[in-house]
């Protein structure tokens, strides 16, 4: 009965260690010269697919606007920045030549709006997987970041109710 005082310790650690891994406990961030880019992840998706997006946040901390003008990552054949647009109805993606930081911004890339596209993908993204992906930006210069892979209807919850400006 004694050490009955202890199980709530006991249990905390042990949902603390269970978690360690966990979105909840970690922010996979990057920053260079001024550039912070966080939270990168992917949707899985089903072995077959050829095609794949990657979502983030990308956060100017300079007093100039950057521009993200490419992007590239190993598990695919070409990657691309698009953006979701919605016209007569109708979602279509376009590329982007390059998308726009401005100074002290922050500019979501996410289901429904701006995206790094992944076309040609080399191995399937399945819940749980991890992939990198750089960004190349005309100032801050490249950015690696880990892509983490969540379940295929993921919307990013931890940005839900968040209003950021995008150009």
């Known amino acids: 009965m004694k050490y009955l005082k202890y199980l709530p310790f006991v249990l905390l650690v042990g949902v603390l260690i269970v978690n360690a891994e966990s979105d909840?406990?970690?922010?996979h961030a990057a920053e260079k010269n001024g550039m912070a880019v966080s939270d990168a992840w992917s949707r899985a998706r089903p072995a077959n697919a050829a095609v794949g997006g990657a979502f983030m946040t990308?956060?100017?901390?300079?007093?100039?606007?950057?521009?993200?003008v490419a992007a590239e990552s190993p598990i695919a054949d070409r990657v691309e920045i698009h953006n979701s647009i919605m016209k007569d109805?109708?979602?279509?993606?376009?590329?982007?030549?390059?998308?726009?930081?401005?100074?002290?911004?922050?500019?979501m890339l996410k289901p429904g709006?701006?995206?790094?596209?992944l076309m040609g993908l080399k191995k399937p993204l399945f819940k749980g997987a991890e992939f990198p992906v750089t960004l190349n930006f005309a100032r801050a210069g490249q950015i690696t970041v880990t892509v983490h892979v969540k379940d295929a209807g993921a919307m990013d919850m931890k940005m839900q109710g968040h209003k950021h400006k995008q150009d």
């Open 113 to 117: 709006g701006f995206h790094v596209m």
């Open 24 to 27: 909840l406990f970690s922010s």
């Open 58 to 68: 990308l956060h100017n901390m300079e007093g100039k606007a950057d521009r993200l």
């Open 89 to 107: 109805g109708i979602m279509s993606m376009m590329r982007m030549e390059e998308l726009l930081i401005p100074a002290g911004e922050t500019v």
